[in-house]
């Protein structure tokens, strides 16, 4: 399982960041998908999943209605489009799948 995420960066609060997750070693269509984060200093923290064939999104209570998860079955990717970002949003961000992690891209909220 190979998990390789891009698209951090820092943003100002408000701004937007897409993430991407390009999956190999396993079946990703067959496969559900999920982001978590993990901030300086804290534990972990599940943010988003979707179901193998995209039907189904789930979203944690603090990036509802500013996330939005989606995949590309067809090229084995994953990504998270993130808007109205805010500095609590600054974090690691992790694409999960099959007990495996990626190596997580940084995302940080500042002015």
């Known amino acids: 399982v190979q998990l390789v995420e891009s698209g951090g960066g820092m943003v100002q609060p408000g701004g937007s960041l897409r993430l991407s997750c390009a999956a190999s070693g396993f079946a990703f269509s067959n496969s559900d998908m999920s982001w978590v984060r993990q901030a300086p200093g804290k534990g972990p923290e599940w943010v988003s999943a979707i179901n193998a064939d995209g039907s189904s999104t789930y979203y944690s209570d603090s990036v509802k209605g500013r996330f939005t998860i989606s995949r590309d079955n067809a090229k084995s990717t994953l990504y998270l489009q993130m808007n109205n970002l805010k500095p609590e949003d600054t974090a690691a961000y992790y694409c999960?799948?099959?007990?495996?992690w990626g190596q997580g891209t940084q995302v940080t909220v500042s002015s």
């Open positions: 999960t799948a099959a007990g495996s």
